[in-house]
Structure formats: structure tokens, C-alpha cells
């Protein structure tokens, strides 16, 4: 037998196959009894005027250690449904109340919305809201608007938030990812931080452009976290895992305060979801 077959062979048996797409959820996305746990309120169901004939389920996050005469931080997820829960798939309020309590994010109130829904019968899931790609695909500027306009005033009634726009962070993925990007390009004086994870920048309503758009406009006061993974979409709209690729290069290009995480997940939460607390720490740096 050659030298190069026994190695072979040898090789086979001494380095175990890696795993594709094999995240795991670290404590940080643990419940722990010493930790003081913030609350979750339901919202009454939003009829929008901006998106007539719209409704939406949404909820908040409000940490332990909120005080009113402190205004808190802001972070708003779109497809708020799979964010909120403490057992789903991002445990973003264990994650919050970890980080928070630790010092390594600043109290921080969290919005969790869904994109919204023809009349009052909610379709059979909740990612097949009729809304949805034309609330998160579509650039400019309407989103941000419904939320300066209609939902976030309505947090104000009840808590005081900060002005500062770098205390302002947007969060979303797939067609929620471009959608939070675009409220921070759009409205950079409200929103100036992006959690991006496998987001849709393809052409499913134009938003290929952005890695032009990036490279030719002056940069913004933006700080952007993407994630994607090589076994993410490919399909007649584009090539996710190229496109994100181009994102991170064009912000690269201008010299923006960002960090490209790119591993071997497909198009769904499990990377992001595990790289999440740690995102969470660098977004909100001081």
C-alpha cells in the first residue's frame, strides 16, 4: 500500500466530518434564576394608516433595571414573532436581560413587530403575513415612517426613550435584514445600528442596488453587523450569500463601522441566533 493511501486512510478515521450548519445556543441565551428578568407586554393589535387596511400583532421588552428618569436605549426586530419568545429561536429578552444586567448593553427597550395583515383573520403563519414583502423588500423611506409615525409614539406614551440616534438600533432577517437596513440608510438621524442576519439584498423589489448605492453615497453614521451563511439562497431573485458578500465589501470600501460574520449556515436563524449575544456586545460598543 503507498504512503499517500495509508495516510488517507488514517485521515478518515482520526478527523471527524465537520457539520454543516450546526449552531448551538451558548448561556447567554439561558434563562438563569439570579438574573433579574425584564417583562414582556402583548400590545393591542395595530390598525396602520400608512399601510391602510393593515393590522399586526407586536409586543414590547421592558428591562428590570428601566427608570424613567434614565431614557432607555431602543432596538425595534421585524417579524417580532420570532424574536420574543424566551424559548424560540433568538431568546432575545433572556439575551437582553443577560447583557443588560452584566453592563455590556445599556437598558434597552425592544420592539418585536409583524409585518401586518389584510382584515381580522391572521394567516396560518405568521411569515405569510400578505404584507410582508411589500413593507420589507421595498426601499425608501415609508417603513421608517409607519414606525416614527405610528409605533413608536405610542411606546413614548407609557416610556421615555433616549434622542440620541446612536442609542436607535434596528434588527431583522431575510427581507426583515434589508428592511432594518433601510430604515437606518433612509433615517440615519433616528436609527444609526443594524443586526442583519441571511438579509434579502437581491432583487426582490430593487434592493440589489445597495451595494452600489453604499459606494457611491457619502457615508452615513451607521454601525452594521451582518451575518450570513454559503448554504444560503440562490434562486432566480440572486445569490444570497454573493449579495452579502457585496454589502460587506461596499461598506468595507467606505470605510464604515462594520463586522461581516460569514459561515456555512442556510437560510435560516441558527447562526445568527448563536452569534447573537456577542453581536449584541459589539453593536452596542461604547
Not at 500500500?1 to 454543516?20: D, G, N
Not at 425584564?38 to 399586526?56: D, L
Given at each position: 500500500?503507498?504512503?499517500?493511501?495509508?495516510?488517507?486512510?488514517?485521515?478518515?478515521?482520526?478527523?471527524?466530518?465537520?457539520?454543516?450548519d450546526d449552531y448551538k445556543l451558548g448561556p447567554l441565551s439561558q434563562e438563569?434564576?439570579?438574573?433579574?428578568?425584564?417583562?414582556?407586554?402583548?400590545?393591542?393589535?395595530?390598525?396602520?394608516?400608512?399601510?391602510?387596511?393593515?393590522?399586526?400583532?407586536?409586543?414590547l421588552y421592558v428591562p428590570a433595571q428601566y427608570k424613567p428618569e434614565q431614557p432607555a436605549n431602543l432596538?425595534?426586530?421585524?417579524?417580532?414573532?420570532?424574536?420574543?419568545?424566551?424559548?424560540?429561536?433568538?431568546?432575545?429578552?433572556?439575551?437582553?436581560?443577560?447583557?443588560?444586567?452584566?453592563?455590556?448593553?445599556?437598558?434597552t427597550i425592544a420592539i418585536f413587530i409583524n409585518p401586518g395583515h389584510s382584515g381580522d383573520t391572521k394567516p396560518p403563519s405568521a411569515w405569510k403575513n400578505n404584507n410582508r414583502g411589500k413593507e420589507y423588500n421595498t426601499l425608501g423611506a415609508t417603513y421608517a415612517t409607519f414606525l416614527l409615525e405610528e409605533i413608536i409614539p405610542q411606546v413614548r406614551?407609557?416610556?421615555q426613550l433616549t434622542d440620541d440616534p446612536?442609542?436607535?438600533?434596528?434588527?431583522g432577517a431575510s427581507s426583515g435584514?434589508?428592511?432594518?437596513?433601510?430604515?437606518?440608510?433612509?433615517r440615519p438621524d433616528k436609527f444609526r445600528k443594524v443586526f442583519s442576519t441571511i438579509g434579502s439584498y437581491v432583487d426582490l423589489a430593487g434592493g440589489h442596488v445597495y451595494p452600489s448605492l453604499i459606494?457611491?453615497?457619502?457615508?452615513?453614521?451607521?454601525?452594521?453587523?451582518?451575518?450570513?451563511?454559503?448554504?444560503?439562497?440562490?434562486?432566480?431573485?440572486g445569490n444570497w450569500p454573493l449579495a452579502n458578500q457585496q454589502m460587506a465589501k461596499a461598506l468595507e470600501y467606505h470605510q464604515y463601522d462594520h463586522i461581516f460574520v460569514f459561515g456555512d449556515g442556510a437560510h435560516n436563524s441558527k447562526h445568527g441566533a448563536s452569534l447573537f449575544p456577542e453581536a449584541m456586545k459589539w453593536l452596542w460598543r461604547r
Open positions: 500500500m503507498s504512503t499517500r493511501r495509508l495516510i488517507s486512510i488514517l485521515l478518515s478515521f482520526t478527523i471527524p466530518a465537520m457539520a454543516v438563569t434564576p439570579d438574573v433579574p428578568k425584564g417583562k414582556v407586554i402583548p400590545m393591542p393589535a395595530h390598525e396602520s394608516k400608512i399601510y391602510a387596511g393593515t393590522k399586526r400583532d407586536w409586543w432596538m425595534v426586530f421585524q417579524d417580532g414573532h420570532d424574536y420574543v419568545g424566551v424559548k424560540g429561536a433568538w431568546r432575545v429578552p433572556v439575551v437582553f436581560d443577560h447583557l443588560i444586567a452584566s453592563g455590556d448593553m445599556p437598558p406614551k407609557d416610556y446612536a442609542g436607535w438600533a434596528i434588527a435584514a434589508i428592511c432594518a437596513f433601510t430604515v437606518a440608510w433612509e459606494r457611491l453615497t457619502e457615508r452615513k453614521p451607521l454601525r452594521i453587523y451582518l451575518q450570513d451563511g454559503s448554504s444560503d439562497l440562490d434562486n432566480p431573485f
